[in-house]
């Protein structure tokens, strides 16, 4: 067969010039289908049948749950308020609805009060039980409107969608818990004392961290592999990934499913997350709430609570699964334990396009190790060159948070930062040639896809699924100019549908701190177009391609440091406290969190100095602004000790804590050097656990009964210590509504919101 000359033959000539343009215009097209196929359907109206779920009726469901829109933190007067429209409306489907009360506490010493509320379908088998779950209490800052009272909204749609079908196999509970904004209380709750429990085999959960978007199929369990083909088989418009699962394990988040997948209970998890800057804030609201992405979430809770509740869930299910959806159309999926087989077929695939290659003297095993290395080199290029970016713009004040008031400009300056130094390496590797870095740069990607099978095989399917493109396109080499054409574009559009997807997710739910991991990424998905590098015709435009990346990219740099970071709509998270130390009377405002410059405003309004460690309690780096406020007549917290012995070198406590101003939530910090052993609040044991590096071990009562609580302990030594006893409030004193109203505009109060301290030093 006719041959190339060796090492210094002429590059392999492609007269298409149109060949990296034209592949990128294919890409652009393909991601601007992704960004269609991952907005949520069209909401159904409340006239839709009434065998399917309508967006219009739960949100019905929904107005009156929010009521008039204040927050309802578990243990306060507003949720009590919300959890009696709960109850109302489960009664008004036809169900018995029971209210189940326990005292539950987590282990970094958070306790509750949670009133749990639960309705059962009866199935054929009572025995077994789907669990549907959402929460419905909120955080102290804002009314929860998405997190999580649309869960509870589509959860009872599915309720009256269910009650008029025949009856399915398995019973169907509904459980609607508390607490969950307070460490996963609610969940813990049920799962200790509920008569369902026992009989639960498979849980769909409802969140939110945003208040639109898809609703992500994001968790399963650790036994997946027997609900990829439930999901598949059920869900009408799928969005969904095994990396998604893989990445939330590592995140320091939980939702109520984590309680029972710990348990060894799978299941699906529910969640959209755009908009996240309304998360926990009073941007949480109906307005705001998206109808669109009510009706996914129902519908998705629908069809998998469907298939759930006729499903075998008596038989064993081992095994995990790597799954994708592909463009919301179809779920594709196989056993994790295939990972290495099918990483491994495309590895000698591509070797052996390598050695028939070399054999042919169309390539030198010199330029596939330069394509390799080119490969590399190009990906490290744009992370080195990605985070010194977003370093500088840091210094400039840009990407100061998550969630801008415009991400347009962060998102395009980073992917045309990637696709410039693409651009431009494709040309600074080209003496590989053509062959030597399609062969290098897939080799690349093969290994890397043995490497994540072994070790995340979450992800092994971004590698896999495109070197088994390339390795079969591989078969056609060396071909003809369009062949070759064709063994590029065509594993480049397998990565576009599988990438392009992950990148946009990933931003929105990582924002813009992880941009440069984002251009990483995205430099990942191009080098699929450096063996384009190697062609004739494309030298030219090239440049000009590169260099009008890297311009447009430089504008939208300018664009960060000169556009507003914050909007009402995208606020800076700025709280305020009053704090009142009930021993020296001394009182504060304190702004509490990340070091950043205060609005002007709220520095003119009260003299706050620099930014110091806000309580003795506080672990080493949280920092506050402080100012003087004028003190209030509140009474202090009250610790009263009960019973103190000691024996054997320990010392057995008990103290009662309550507060006298009717404060909700009330806190005791013991230092770390009085070890505690055990402790028992209110008669529930404390699972304890290292809360490194802070000072102090801290336990907590949300929902403080009237007459207060007991918490009983016991210490690895007798020597006295420093403690201290504080009861929180909502809201400031009327001495701060000046300083509320300095707060501008585009700034909201988060989390827990506003609130008032009075705490006292107790020596024991």
Not at 87 to 103: H, K, M, S
Not at 331 to 342: E, T
Not at 512 to 517: G, I, K, Y
Not at 556 to 585: C, E, K, M, W
């Amino acid at each position: 067969m006719a041959t190339e000359s060796g090492s210094t033959r002429e590059l392999t000539r492609i007269s298409a010039g149109w060949a990296l343009p034209g592949t990128l215009i294919l890409l652009l097209l393909l991601l601007v289908l992704t960004l269609l196929r991952l907005a949520p359907p069209s909401p159904k109206a409340a006239s839709a049948p009434q065998g399917e779920f309508s967006a219009g009726r739960a949100r019905s469901i929904l107005a009156n749950l929010a009521g008039d829109g204040a927050p309802h933190p578990v243990g306060s007067p507003a949720q009590m308020r919300t959890r009696q429209r709960v109850a109302a409306e489960i009664r008004r489907l036809g169900y018995t609805v029971r209210e189940e009360q326990d005292f539950v506490c987590m282990d970094l010493g958070n306790c509750t009060s949670v009133r749990n509320l639960i309705a059962e379908l009866p199935g054929r088998d009572p025995s077994t039980v789907v669990l549907l779950v959402a929460h419905y209490d909120s955080v102290g800052a804002g009314p929860g409107v998405s997190d999580d009272l649309a869960g509870v909204a589509a959860a009872l749609e599915v309720a009256r969608i269910l009650k008029a079908e025949p009856q399915a196999r398995h019973s169907i509970v509904f459980l609607l818990d508390e607490g969950e904004e307070g460490g996963l209380l609610g969940a813990r709750g049920f799962l200790e004392s509920s008569p369902e429990a026992g009989r639960v085999k498979a849980i769909v959960n409802l969140e939110a961290r945003g208040t639109s978007g898809p609703s992500l199929m994001f968790e399963t369990g650790r036994t997946n592999a027997w609900l990829v083909p439930l999901f598949a088989g059920s869900v009408p418009h799928p969005c969904t990934s095994s990396i998604f699962s893989m990445l939330y394990e590592y995140l320091p988040n939980d939702t109520d499913f984590s309680v029972f997948k710990r348990r060894g209970l799978s299941g699906f998890n529910f969640a959209y997350i755009a908009n996240p800057a309304h998360y926990h804030t009073p941007l949480d609201n109906l307005a705001n709430s998206s109808p669109a992405s009510l009706q996914h979430q129902g519908e998705n809770a629908l069809a998998t609570v469907r298939a759930l509740a006729n499903a075998d869930l008596e038989s064993p299910h081992r095994g995990r699964a790597v799954f994708f959806d592909l463009l919301s159309l179809w779920v594709f999926g196989w056993p994790a334990s295939w990972g290495l087989f099918l990483a491994g077929v495309p590895l000698l695939l591509v070797v052996g396009t390598a050695v028939r290659l070399v054999r042919w003297a169309l390539v030198t095993g010199g330029e596939i190790a330069r394509g390799f290395l080119a490969w590399w080199a190009v990906v490290l290029l744009v992370a080195v060159a990605g985070f010194a970016l977003s370093f500088l713009l840091r210094l400039a004040g840009g990407l100061s948070t998550p969630c801008p008031a415009h991400s347009l400009p962060g998102q395009a300056a980073f992917w045309l930062l990637a696709v410039g130094v693409v651009i431009l390496a494709a040309g600074w590797f080209r003496r590989a040639g053509f062959f030597g870095l399609w062969i290098g740069g897939w080799l690349a990607w093969t290994l890397l896809g043995l490497v994540t099978a072994l070790l995340l095989p979450g992800a092994s399917y971004l590698f896999i699924v495109p070197a088994w493109a390339a390795g079969l396109a591989g078969l056609f080499l060396p071909g003809g100019e369009r062949a070759r054409i064709a063994t590029v574009a065509m594993p480049a559009l397998a990565v576009g549908a599988l990438w392009f997807p992950l990148l946009i997710l990933f931003y929105v739910g990582m924002g813009d701190p992880m941009l440069w991991l984002v251009g990483t990424l995205l430099a990942i998905m191009l080098t699929v177009l450096l063996p384009f590098g190697a062609t004739a015709g494309e030298g030219g435009r090239r440049p000009l391609a590169a260099a009008g990346a890297l311009v447009a990219a430089l504008g939208f740099v300018i664009a960060i440091v000169v556009l507003p970071v914050y909007s009402p709509d995208s606020p800076r998270r700025l709280n305020f406290t009053f704090h009142q130390d009930a021993g020296t009377g001394e009182a504060r405002w304190l702004v509490v969190g990340p070091p950043q410059p205060l609005p002007p405003t709220v520095q003119r309004e009260a003299s706050f100095g620099q930014p110091v460690p806000p309580f003795p309690w506080s672990a080493p780096l949280i920092r506050a602004y402080a100012a003087p406020a004028p003190a209030q007549t509140f009474p202090a917290p009250s610790l009263a000790v009960v019973r103190d012995e000691t024996a054997a070198g320990k010392r057995h406590l008990v103290v009662h804590l309550s507060s006298p101003r009717g404060a909700t939530n009330v806190f005791v910090f013991i230092p770390t050097a009085a070890r505690v052993e055990t402790a028992t609040v209110a008669g529930e044991r404390v699972p304890l656990r290292r809360n490194w590096p802070a000072p102090y071990r801290s336990f907590q009562v949300l929902g403080l009964p009237p007459g207060g609580v007991d918490l009983d302990l016991v210490l690895g030594t007798t020597a006295p210590h420093e403690w201290y006893v504080l009861d929180r409030s909502a809201g400031l004193p009327p001495a701060g509504a000046s300083l509320l109203q300095a707060r501008p505009a585009w700034a909201s109060p988060f989390q827990d919101g506003d609130v008032t301290l009075v705490s006292r030093k107790v020596v024991l």
